[in-house]
């Protein structure tokens, strides 16, 4: 086990080199030029070279990698080069991301909290007509595009006429929610929250509900069960404490996983209803060719995925005892 | 002889392939799936025969227009037929779906099987390739691929003299092909490795070991037939995901590039400036996201049936 996590540290930083790398070389060979973005297409072209020049953008790749990977290291992440011109990418980051880890957070919440109990429903009643009914639901609800939800959810919210049927259209219509959902961001606690955590909370459902009734499913027909069952205690007490703790197991890991995926915010979502996480500058930052801004999220998505999965390999071993037994 | 034989032995058993379609048959979601995706293919193939119009025809007397007889689905701002557009758009999308299902088999089929079959340092570099890969986030890494080697395949196309064809729009193809190729191979790489791995110890594969079949025959022959039910379901799942990747690309305009006909840039015009304009036609904003999440249920639907069917112990 020890080995094993010391491989895994060593591997850390290589998996990051090349993945910045990757992100440079992407960033720079990629359409656009960061100076011809900052002073716009009719710019001199000798201002062009003398900025380049300056900047040291007329380095070999190398060069200018090592010299972003010094400034890295030294916490200077680059400044923005469009949208939020001249501000350190650090400070942008560090000012969008909590609001990010804040709605994933609530989305990995409320996908637990629903995504279990089904899950485990599904899998107690496997082949019922429940069992077929969560696993529909839950497939159309991993399938709808997000794209869709745009149009949809404007068509609901922003339209005074739903049904175009004057008298039905009283009945059915939601005029009163409207400032619950729309305009500016006021954090995860205030009622706008609530339809960005649903939409990213359904992911989390679908796998969650699909572990837990496949983990379901493959402990019932355990043979510990059949014991604990043929002792005579009660089919509660045998799943609860017997089948339901051990079903849990692949859950945590997943969920350790998620962690991973906090700091990246589901861009869709977040520039749909105005939420100002990370998710959104990187939307923006990629449309306007802002690299540096692009290198930094990806860095840090990459490291939070790293670290998740070793945490992840670490549980194991609080886990199940007999993996820590191993290597 | 030993074919007779087998034709004894097995005299009463249903093929395996019989009972995975009965299977999938008796289960209602999975059933709505496969004709789902059997109706996308047919539209596909015959949209030359089913469109009323070319895709790209357009008849600016007659834009902006609601359904008629003449235009089911009325026109977009251009005068195309919206009906047309939409039955292409399903060629359009198959088209994706297949290409880069055999960009990642191309890929992922032969790196996972050599990283699962011969272990070692092999395994390390697939492996290690692959964490690269899973260490990026998602649909934004594939946003980020595709617009970068967008400038740089048109330019190839300009390049080789094929100046018309950097202009059309329909380069798109290979940029959606390629972003979503390169970035999903390293899932099927995964799944196939762990799939070698539990199979290539079996007695059958030692047999054939000491038989003296080949490496190369042990694996395409031996190993893969026997991994390849977790691969199958993977590949039905992922074809949804693909779609709808393909759908959020051209949304966003980094994918296929109208007059290219797909549901995702359907939708993103009509969802855009256009349907502010003419806001009594939402159809155009439902009818292709209605398809295209249709298509990403059957794909999906058709993959859980799949999962259901080919591990019954499960």
Known sequence: ?327 | MTRSLNRVMTWGVRPPWLQVARRIVRNPPALFGLVVVIGVVLVALLAPVLAPYPYDKQNLDAAAQPPSAAHWLGTDALGRDMFSRIIWGARSAVFVIVMVTLVGLALGVPLGAAAGYWGGWVDTLVMRLADVLFAFPGLLFVFFVAATIKPGIEAWARAMGWRDLAQSGYLSYGVVILSLGIVGWAGLARLVRAQVLTVKEREFVIAAHALGVPTGRVITRHILPNALAPIIIALSMGMGDIALSEGYLSFMGIGLQPPAPSWGNILAESAGRYWRAFPQMVWLVWIPGAILAAVVFAFNFLGDGLNEALNPEI
């Open chain 1, 1 to 327: 086990m020890g080995t094993f996590i010391l491989r895994r540290l060593l591997w850390l930083p290589v998996l990051l080199f090349f993945v910045s790398v990757i992100t440079f070389a992407l960033g720079l060979y990629g359409p656009g030029d960061p100076v011809q973005v900052m002073l716009g297409l009719h710019a001199n072209p000798e201002t062009v070279a003398r900025i380049r020049q300056e900047y040291g953008l007329d380095e070999p790749f190398y060069v200018q990698y090592v010299n972003y990977v010094k400034n890295v290291l030294q916490g200077n992440f680059g400044y923005s080069l469009v949208r939020y011109r001249d501000q350190p990418v650090g400070r942008l980051i560090a000012e969008h991301l909590p609001v990010t880890v804040q709605l994933n957070l609530c989305a990995i919440v409320v996908g637990i909290l629903i995504g279990v109990p089904l899950g485990l429903i599904a899998g107690l009643y496997r082949d019922r007509w429940i069992d077929l009914a969560v696993r529909a639901v839950v497939i159309a609800s991993i399938s709808l595009p997000i794209i869709l939800l745009n149009p949809v959810l404007s068509f609901i919210f922003f339209r005074e006429h739903i049904v175009f049927v004057p008298l039905l259209d009283r009945l059915v219509s939601i005029g009163p929610l409207l400032p619950q959902v729309a305009g500016r961001w006021e954090g995860v606690l205030s009622p706008k929250a609530i339809l960005p955590v649903l939409i990213e909370a359904t992911g989390v459902i679908a796998i969650l509900t699909r572990q837990m009734r496949a983990g379901m499913i493959e402990v019932l027909s355990e043979d510990y069960i059949r014991t604990a069952r043929a002792k005579g205690l009660r089919e509660r007490v045998v799943i609860v404490r017997h089948a339901m703790r051990n079903a849990l197991i692949p859950i945590v890991t997943l969920v350790g996983l998620m962690l991973g995926g906090l700091v990246a915010g589901s861009f869709l979502v977040e520039s749909w209803f105005d939420v100002p996480g990370v998710g959104r500058i990187a939307y923006e930052a990629l449309f306007a060719r802002d690299y540096y801004v692009i290198m930094a999220l990806t860095l840090l998505i990459a490291l939070a995925y790293v670290l998740a999965n070793l945490l992840v390999d670490l549980m194991y071993g609080f886990l199940d005892p007999r993996i820590r037994t191993m290597g």
